[in-house]
């Protein structure tokens, strides 16, 4: 069974993932340019962060920047990885100081301009932090993330240090992005689109899935209880029945 159990009603997720969709509508909307919409979505992640922390959630993982999003136009891009360098150095004491340990996923070696240096230090600083794990996927993709799997545990094969028929989902699981994390419990994407766009293919395979249609910016602390809330009224069956999945309460 996943590590969560079937059944039960009234739980706190352990961990959330979250599409924060629709800045470029929020800011559209108020005749804005786009990257003002990026900007207000940046401020608006503290407030999740803090109600997951303060909730006793155990890891937040948000999609801040796709393997697509790479093809958007070169000035969105910049603008997007310039606001990542400006967010690392200010959210990073206040992380630290709420004991929230940071960590990024996704293909970093594509990152320019300050930021991988920026990524390693806030990682090596918060490493030791226990309170919650706050996973910021950067350049990343689902498919990404089985293709390099896939391809780790070919190159260990190949060289012998292997046996193919010993390959399970266990040893699948330990070689992608969040091998240390809680499979998600639930996944959250705002701004209205039903979709998984990439995300995190392998680990959403039992994860409750909620959408609703508030633009990113304005996703607050209501809005996450909210979420919360409806989470905790799911019963959770793991392909048993409604009787069983009750009996393992
Ligand atoms: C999400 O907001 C942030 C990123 C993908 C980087 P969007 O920029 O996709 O906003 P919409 O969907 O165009 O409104
Ligand atoms: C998903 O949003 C990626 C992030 C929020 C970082 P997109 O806006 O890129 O997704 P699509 O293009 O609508 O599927
Ligand atoms: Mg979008």
Request: include cysteine; charge should be neutral.
């Amino acid at each position: 069974m996943p590590q969560s159990q079937a059944g039960g009603t009234s739980r706190l997720p352990r961990h959330v993932a979250v599409i924060m969709d629709g800045n470029g509508r929020w800011a559209q909307r108020r005749a804005l340019p786009r990257h003002l919409g990026h900007r207000a979505g940046a401020k608006a992640v503290r407030a999740t962060v803090e109600g997951c922390a303060r909730r006793g959630i155990e890891a937040l993982t948000v999609f801040a920047f796709s393997s697509e999003n790479w093809q958007r136009p070169g000035e969105e891009v910049d603008r997007l990885m310039q606001l990542f360098v400006e967010s690392i150095d200010k959210e990073i004491d206040e992380l630290h100081a709420n004991q929230i340990r940071v960590r990024f996923i996704g293909d970093l070696s594509r990152l320019r301009d300050g930021l991988p240096e920026r990524i390693a230090a806030a990682e090596a600083r918060t490493a030791r932090n226990k309170r919650m794990t706050f996973y910021v996927a950067v350049s990343y993709g689902g498919r990404w993330d089985i293709v390099e799997a896939a391809r780790r545990l070919a190159r260990r094969a190949v060289a012998g240090k292997l046996d193919v028929a010993g390959i399970d989902e266990a040893t699948f699981g330990a070689e992608l992005q969040l091998h240390d994390a809680p499979e998600p419990d639930l996944f959250i994407r705002t701004g209205g689109d039903h979709r998984i766009s990439n995300f995190l293919l392998w680990n959403l395979a039992y994860t409750e899935l909620y959408f609703c249609d508030t633009l990113w910016p304005d996703f607050d602390d209501e809005a996450l209880e909210t979420a919360l809330r409806q989470f905790a009224r799911r019963q959770r069956r793991f392909g048993l029945t409604g009787a069983q999945a009750q009996g393992h309460e």
